[in-house]
């Protein structure tokens, strides 16, 4: 069996993050008897000065993108459209509010060292488009936790600290350095670099062309 490794960098408040790794894992699940897969998870934040209260987040992108909030919102009524299609909970994407990631970032790293990486980015991917709850809250991560079934007074301890920030940080400046300004981005056996929310045909392709080219 081939083993591929797939480095994903991306941030929480990513909504196309959440739709590519959704359409990945479809793709993967259809080479399952072929490709083992290692899937590591890399921090990116989209607004690292954010602080203070969030704002709504239609006028938020519309400013940001120099785009009317009507524009805004027809964007992202067509991301829960392709969400409900792929099974991931965009309910309420266009309640949310803008929010720092980082916390959230340290609390994934500290997943991954219980095995439980994917699960707790897909646990924020759910409360933050899903739910519009505020994920840079320590009350709502230490709820992610819960749902994983994870230690919630470790993890306490870890929000409480500054661990994992210096991993977080390398992250993001490792990526950037490699020339990562968008996201997701996905790096394929540390060597080939696929940027954006492939379908998951393109995936299934684009997975054997490496493989076979990698042997």
């Known amino acids: 069996m081939n083993n591929i490794q797939i480095d994903i960098v991306s941030d929480i408040a990513c909504p196309w993050c959440a739709i590519g ?23 990116f934040e989209l607004n690292p000065e954010h602080s203070g209260p969030g704002e709504p987040i239609l006028p938020a992108l519309a400013k940001k993108y120099g785009r009317s909030e009507e524009e805004m919102r ?7 459209t392709i969400a409900t299609d792929l099974g991931i909970n965009f309910e309420n994407i266009q309640q949310r509010l803008t929010c720092n990631t980082f916390d959230a970032h340290r609390l994934v790293k500290w997943a991954g060292e219980q095995g439980q990486q994917t699960a707790m980015k897909q646990a924020l991917f759910e409360v933050y488009f899903g739910h519009a709850m505020n994920v840079s809250d320590h009350a709502v991560l230490l709820g992610c936790v ?9 993890a306490k301890q870890v929000l409480e600290s500054d661990q994992y920030a210096a ?21 394929i056996n ?11 045909d393109a995936w299934v392709k684009a997975l054997q062309e490496i ?5």
């Open 21 to 43: 790794y959704a359409r990945l894992q479809r793709a993967m699940a259809q080479l399952a008897a072929e490709y083992k897969f290692t899937v590591q998870w890399h921090a």
């Open 190 to 200: 540390s060597k080939y670099l696929i940027s954006g929310a492939q379908e998951s």
């Open 146 to 154: 819960e749902t994983l079934g994870l230690d919630s007074a470790a």
């Open 211 to 215: 493989s076979a080219e990698s042997a």
């Open 167 to 187: 991993a977080v940080r390398e992250d993001e400046a490792t990526y950037q350095q490699a020339g990562v300004t968008s996201v997701p981005a996905f790096i």
């Open 74 to 80: 027809a964007n992202q009524s067509n991301m829960m």
